[in-house]
């Protein structure tokens, strides 16, 4: 990912929605701005101009006679997958997770073998599966056994420092 600066953000700014500008500004770090910003103007570029957000009754954005679509952004990347059906990605720098975190949000099978890589790859699996449904994260234990039962499919890339999954149908 290209390094964000706060000249690149300030540059950015004006590119977007009031809507945009505000969210984007309520972020505490550079990063976090930097990110919110380019992701939407990533969105822009794949749809045209995405208008204000609106949102479900479970918080998920959608736009108004627009594709369905999806924003991720961590340290290591940001991703916007676009459909014309529900469809969720999730991006994540590999990274380690503690233990009660791991009990928590997986299951016994998922469990066997975990390392950092195999942890950040459910995850990321999860998280697309969740924002594809437009409910989000409502508690641990549906994400126990939220891939057992999916009917989405999942479509996931690894690379050194991050992993990205994309659910659709």
Known sequence: MELCTAAKVNRMLPKVSSQRREQALRFK???????????WLMLEELIGEPGDFLYNENGKPY?????????????????????NHPIGIDIEAIRHAERD???????????????????????????????????????????????????WRL???????????????
């Open 29 to 39: 770090h550079e990063h976090g701005r930097f990110c919110c910003l380019k992701s």
């Open 101 to 151: 975190l791991i009990e928590r949000v997986m299951n016994a099978n998922e469990r066997a073998g975990m390392d950092d890589r195999t942890f950040t790859r459910l995850w990321t699996q999860k998280e697309a599966v969740v924002k594809a449904e437009g409910v989000g994260i409502q508690s641990f234990e549906q994400l126990q056994n939220l891939l057992n039962n999916s009917e």
């Open 155 to 169: 479509k996931t890339v690894e690379t050194e420092k991050y992993i990205y999954s994309i659910a659709y149908k």
């Open 63 to 83: 736009l108004e006679n627009k594709p369905y679509f999806s924003i991720s952004h961590c340290k290591e990347g940001i991703a916007v997958a676009v459909d």
